[in-house]
C-alpha cells in the first residue's frame, strides 16, 4: 500500500494529545503520564501494524518489524517521543510518526524486508527532566556509565533511578546497555528547527553533518566597592567588562557569516547589589560550527580578547574551555542513497548541516548514521508555534520508505 497523507495526519494528531496545552503547545516530559500514555498508544499501533514491541531499563521503546533473515541487524529509524515544556508538536514526532506509517505500509502490502526494521522512540532526548541531553541514545552506546545515569536527578531532586523503579523498565525489557551495534545503520527524520530550507523554498534536506558545542565558562573579577564613593577612573567594574566580552562575542560570530554562532546566555553578578560595584560575573560562552577548524580558531580570539578586556578594566579572568560535543559528519554513503533517491522521486533538496543536537549525532559516532531534514516555518522550533507543512512531510516519508526499502535489502 502507498504513503497515506490523511493516516501520516491522524497519527499526528492522536500523538499531538498527549501533554498538549492551552497555549497550544506541548508538555510531554520523559516518564509523565503523558510520556507514558504516548508510548502506550505507540505500542499499540506498532502491534498492529505486525512489530515486537521491547523497551529497554530507561525507557527507550523499540517496534521491531521482522525481516526474512532474522540473524542480520535491521535497520534502524525513528526519533524522540519527549519534549521541551510547553514546546512544539512537530519536533521529534515527525521522525516518529513517519517511521510508523513506513511500518505500516510494508505490514498493509505484506512486505517482508531481507533485513528487520526497528522504529526507536527515544528517551529524553531534550535534557528537560535531568539536564542530560539524548540520554536514551547515551544509553544505548554505553555513552555514559549506567551509575552515572541513575544518580541524575531532576529539579525536584527526583532521581533517574526513583523514576526507573516507578515505572518498572526493567520488568519487561529484552535491551540492554551498549546496545547500539545490534543495528546496521539509522536514519532519522525530523524538522530542521532552523530557516534555509524555508529560505531557499525547499520541502527537504540532508544533513551533511551536526555541528560541534564548545563551552567557554569565563569568570571576571573586578572590585566590589562602594557605587556613590568610588569615583569612575578608581572603578575595577566587572559587569562593565563582562558587557565588553558579550558585545564583542556578538559582533565577531555575527562576520563569520553562517560558519559558527556563539550565545551568552547564562550570567551572574556579585554581589547583585544596586549601589555596590559589581565585583565578580560568571558567564558561558556557547559556540556551534560543523567546522572544528572554526570552532577552535574562535575559542582562541575570546581568550586573546579577555587578555585584552583585562588590561582595559584592571580586572582579571578565569577561563574554563569544555568540548561538549565535537562536530560530527555523518556517513557519506547513506548520504549518497538519500540523494539517489530523492533525485528518483524528482524531490528537490540541499545539504546543510544540523545547528540543533540530535540522538543521531550520538548514534553517528557508532553505526553508519543519516538524517533528513523537513523545514520549519520561520525557522521556529521548541515553542507552540512550531510548524513543519504537511507537503514537506509527505515528501519525507516516500523519501524515507524508498531509503529503508533500499537499505532493508542489502
Known amino acids: 500500500m502507498p504513503i497515506q497523507l490523511q493516516r501520516l495526519k491522524k497519527m499526528f494528531n492522536q500523538l499531538a494529545a498527549f501533554g498538549d496545552n492551552q497555549q497550544g503547545g506541548l508538555n510531554r516530559l520523559t516518564y509523565s503520564s503523558d510520556f507514558q500514555q504516548a508510548q502506550k498508544w505507540l505500542q499499540q499501533e506498532l502491534e498492529v501494524a505486525g512489530a515486537q514491541v521491547q523497551t529497554d531499563t530507561v525507557g527507550n521503546l523499540f517496534g521491531i518489524y521482522p525481516g526474512r533473515r532474522e540473524e542480520l541487524l535491521p535497520v534502524a529509524t525513528g526519533s524522540h517521543l519527549d519534549s521541551v515544556p510547553n514546546g512544539g508538536k512537530f519536533d521529534g514526532a515527525i521522525g516518529i510518526i513517519t517511521a510508523l506509517e513506513c511500518l505500516k505500509s510494508w505490514h498493509e502490502e505484506h512486505y517482508k524486508p531481507i533485513r528487520p526494521l526497528k522504529l526507536i522512540a527515544f528517551a529524553e532526548e531534550e535534557g528537560s527532566r535531568f539536564g542530560t541531553v ?3 541514545s547515551q544509553f544505548m552506546t554505553g555513552h555514559m556509565p549506567l551509575n552515572i545515569f541513575t544518580c541524575l536527578h531532576d529539579n525536584q531532586g527526583k532521581t533517574l533511578h526513583e523514576y526507573l523503579s516507578e515505572m518498572a523498565y526493567s520488568s519487561h525489557t529484552n535491551i540492554s546497555q551498549n546496545s547500539i551495534l545490534s543495528n546496521y545503520c539509522f536514519v532519522e527524520v525530523h ?8 529560505k531557499k523554498d525547499l520541502s527537504l534536506g540532508i544533513v551533511s553533518s551536526i555541528v560541534g558545542i564548545r563551552h567557554i565558562d569565563v569568570c571576571i573579577l573586578g572590585k566590589a566597592n562602594h557605587a556613590g564613593t568610588t569615583t569612575m577612573n ?14 564583542w562575542v556578538y559582533h565577531e560570530v555575527s ?13 551572574q553578578v556579585w554581589p547583585n547589589t544596586e549601589n555596590v560595584i559589581p565585583g565578580r560575573v560568571e558567564l558561558t560562552v556557547e559556540i556551534r560550527s560543523p567546522n572544528k577548524d572554526t570552532l577552535d580558531l574562535f575559542v582562541q580570539r575570546i581568550l586573546q580578547t579577555c587578555k585584552t578586556i583585562e588590561q582595559e578594566f584592571q580586572i582579571q579572568t578565569n577561563i574554563t574551555r569544555n568540548e561538549l560535543i565535537p562536530p560530527i559528519p555523518l556517513n557519506q554513503t547513506l548520504q549518497k542513497q538519500l540523494v539517489q533517491t530523492a533525485n528518483h522521486l524528482n524531490y528537490p533538496f540541499c545539504f546543510l548541516p544540523s545547528w540543533a543536537g540530535h540522538d543521531a549525532m550520538i548514534f553517528a559516532q557508532y553505526i553508519p548514521t543519516a538524517m533528513i531534514f523537513v523545514p520549519s516555518k520561520n525557522g521556529i522550533s521548541h515553542s507552540p508555534e ?7 512531510i509527505e515528501h519525507a516519508t516516500h523519501l524515507l520508505d524508498k531509503t529503508l526499502r533500499t537499505l532493508s535489502a542489502q
Open 234 to 247: 578608581r572603578r575595577q567594574d566587572a559587569l562593565v567588562a563582562a558587557a565588553q566580552l558579550v558585545t
Open 386 to 392: 512550531e510548524f513543519s507543512d504537511w507537503r514537506s
Open 255 to 267: 562576520s563569520l557569516s553562517d560558519q559558527c554562532v556563539a550565545t551568552v546566555g547564562h550570567l
Open 191 to 198: 524538522a530542521e528547527q532552523g530557516n534555509i530550507l524555508e
Open 134 to 136: 539524548c540520554l536514551g
